[in-house]
């Protein structure tokens, strides 16, 4: 991850002199500028803990050094809460190392990848941290997912193997694929079940019967490594593979929780799919880091005598109100998208004192956080906290996202109460890694030439606006992409999917508003073939059938033109 030559701990990254000048320029601030305080806390507080992860990322530590100082120091402790199920640090990496050794008995080695279809259980953790000490690269396939977008996330990753998870809808999702999976020559394990089907191997007897010791042979992993691939919506096809090597994972996966005081005694429920970063790398991974115990549930479940909630709000809120609904423990609830309007339902229904939005991407190069409960931000953006995280919002085009360029040919920024375009430095204090395959996915993220020439800032495709506090508010998704049910939703991959139903001649995907929902809602705007007509039920058969749930459009309009932007 970092450059050859570069110490991570004199980049913005680290403290040494950015950390020393940011202190020294408080005191100017604090005149100058009435939230220094505020905002110096912030920033001590990030700089403390990314110079922890950085040291450790330069002393050759990985995810899988984290886990095993864990369990050196608290083997008995519970890690994984699930249902009425609990699994120790120690037993969790006793399962890990038998899939380990069965991975490495079936000839598998560094460098290789195999796709895990596993919805959230502790077989999920366990078979991810064995892969993991193999040098064995994870595809974390969308459990959502169907059809040829499933079989795109599976080949695009290269992968040899995949790992089906137990569920009836994953066991059908994959045997609609077999005919092009055994093409691809991929071997497939079934979780839960001692008799797969044709086709498939059994996974459950075959790993139990591995010894639970570490390997006998040496596998070299250096922070660098590729521990997996998380999936984005591709805003021009089918999902991307975004590329998540140990660093990434390690200080991505740490500094944005641990800056909301979350400690080895808390218990984290996280209702989040671990196919996603949010829910992988902030909640295992930080769990890891500080030897807590992690709660996986359903987001219908009861939250009981858990501390923090790492969850999507607009999840939990839609549940039907219960005399219990604040019979529990928990101090925070940590996540993103959680509507201004619901927040402080949110927090009165159920009795939280913390509120801990956050916004981040899975291939960005920019992470904010809001530790001040300040409704709806997403985090601080005050001269003083910039110096420290240099990102910026730019002038833009609303609609498209595309750069707003003055005179002499560079962007601006926007001023207080404008919305813009959020976009982050490509630089090695803040690097921007990009996805798998080809070079034009990553480069097309890239904005060149911002502010001077030779620069390059990670576009991500949101618009922020900052009030006169320096707090910044996330305001929309721009382009060809928009987010619902806290998935981000591709509309030209949503369109090829429609496109292709019976007597459709032109479609048009695109997202909109509806009240009291977050994000926007699928509208599908079709021109059917002439003197055919619509097959509505057929129509609904095939959606279901080829998108997941929450691409599914909500709307449908006939029409006989589509307006194109050219």
């Known amino acids: 991850m970092w450059p050859e030559g570069v110490n991570p701990k004199t980049v913005l990254y680290g403290t040494g002199a950015v950390g020393g000048a940011v202190a020294a320029a408080a005191g100017i601030y604090s005149y100058m500028y009435p939230y220094a305080f505020r905002d110096r806390h912030q920033v001590r507080l990030e700089l403390a803990i990314i110079e922890k992860f950085t040291n450790i990322i330069m002393s050759g530590g990985t995810v899988l050094s984290q886990f095993a100082e864990a369990v050196r120091r608290h083997p008995d402790k519970p890690f994984l809460l699930f249902g009425t199920e609990a699994h120790t640090y120690g037993e969790v990496d006793a399962m890990a190392n038998r899939v380990a050794n069965f991975f490495h008995g079936m000839g598998f080695q560094k460098g290789d990848t195999v796709a895990l279809l596993i919805y959230n259980e502790p077989a999920f953790i366990w078979t991810f941290l064995g892969l993991a000490r193999v040098g064995v690269k994870m595809a974390l396939l969308n459990t959502n997912l169907r059809g040829q977008a499933l079989m795109h996330c599976f080949r695009v990753a290269g992968a040899t193997g995949l790992i089906v998870g137990q569920g009836q809808p994953l ?3 994959t ?3 077999m005919p092009e999976l055994q093409a691809e020559g991929a071997t497939i394990w079934l979780q839960g079940s001692a008799h797969p089907p044709a086709g498939l191997s059994a996974w459950d007897g075959p790993v139990q019967r591995e010894s639970d010791q570490p390997l006998q042979v ?24 975004a590329i998540i090597p ?6 991505g996966g740490n500094s944005l929780l641990l800056i909301q005081g979350f400690t080895s005694e808390d218990v984290l429920y996280v209702t989040l799919p671990l196919y996603h970063s949010s829910g992988l790398m902030l909640g295992i991974g930080t769990t890891i880091s500080k030897g807590g115990k992690g709660g996986q549930s359903n987001a219908g479940s009861r939250w009981y005598k858990l501390a923090l909630n790492l969850t999507f709000g607009g999840v939990t809120i839609s549940l039907p109100q219960r005399p219990d609904d604040k019979d529990h423990k928990v101090r925070l609830a940590f996540g993103n998208g959680l509507r201004p309007d619901i927040w402080k339902q949110f927090q009165d229904r159920f009795g939280i004192p913390r509120i801990g939005e956050f916004y981040a991407m899975t291939e960005g190069n920019v992470g904010l956080t809001n530790i001040s409960n300040k409704v709806g931000a997403v985090g601080v953006y005050s001269p003083m906290y ?6 910026s919002v730019i002038e833009c085009d609303i ?10 040919g560079w962007c601006k920024e926007v001023k207080i109460g404008q919305p813009g375009l959020l976009v982050g430095p490509t630089d090695p204090a803040t690097p921007y890694i990009g996805y798998l395959g080809k070079p034009e996915l990553t480069q097309r993220k890239i904005l060149r030439d911002v502010f001077q020439e030779g620069d390059a800032y990670f576009s991500t495709g949101d618009l922020m606006v900052v009030d006169k506090e320096y707090f910044i508010y996330f305001v929309d998704r721009v382009g060809d992409t928009f987010r619902w049910k806290g998935e981000n939703v591709a509309t030209t991959e949503v369109a090829q999917v429609l496109s292709k139903m019976e007597g459709v001649q032109e479609v048009n995907v695109y997202g909109v508003k509806v009240p009291g929902q977050d994000g926007r809602a699928g509208m599908a705007s079709i021109i059917p073939l002439p003197g055919q007509q619509p097959d509505f039920r057929r129509w609904y058969r095939y959606i279901t059938e080829k998108l997941p749930t929450y691409a599914q459009p909500l709307f449908l309009r006939l029409t006989q033109e589509i307006q194109l932007l050219v």
């Open 171 to 173: 066991l059908d999702a």
């Open 175 to 177: 045997l609609e694929l």
């Open 218 to 241: 040496q596998v070299t992993i250096t922070p660098a490594d590729t521990l997996c691939y998380i999936y984005t919506s591709g805003t021009t096809g089918l999902p991307k593979a």
């Open 246 to 251: 140990h660093t990434k994972f390690i200080i």
């Open 386 to 391: 910039r110096k420290y995280r240099p990102s």
């Open 399 to 408: 609609d498209t996202g595309e750069p707003i360029r003055g005179k002499d």
